[in-house]
């Protein structure tokens, strides 16, 4: 059973920096393009970055220079480094990724669990 584990959430002041992970667990076959999306209380889920199983990624342009996606594929992980951080990045940040389970199924898309980051002084 693929599962999506985020971690790395919490509470930190004004300008400081925070680093996600999330972990894909169960052993899948292949991991596709992978995603950080955020969502604040109130407001729709947003796309935040997005990098492909090569390595390309994909900004929301209001977070371009402050945000950093990357990945680690023999560790099926991905992470997201967020620098210079203001109130208005506190949401709970979710992993998104489309994957293969076996040689044989089709790429499904999965969510984790969320991670909340809240900015506050």
């Known amino acids: 059973q693929v599962q999506l584990v985020e971690s790395g959430g919490g509470l930190v002041q004004p300008g400081e920096s925070l680093r996600l992970s999330c972990v894909v667990s169960?052993?899948?076959?292949?991991?596709?393009?992978m995603a950080w999306y955020r969502q604040a209380p109130g407001k729709q889920r947003e796309l935040v970055a997005a990098i492909s199983s090569g390595g390309g990624t994909n900004y929301v342009d209001s977070l371009k220079g402050r945000f950093t996606i990357s990945r680690d594929n023999a560790k099926n992980t991905v992470y997201l480094r967020m620098n210079s951080l203001k109130p208005e990045d506190t949401a709970v940040y979710y992993c998104?990724?489309?994957?293969?389970?076996?040689?044989?199924?089709?790429?499904?898309?999965?969510w984790g669990q969320g991670t909340q980051v809240t900015v506050s002084s």
């Open positions: 998104n990724a489309d994957i293969k389970e076996s040689y044989w199924a089709y790429a499904l898309n999965y």
């Open positions: 169960g052993s899948p076959f292949s991991i596709n393009d």
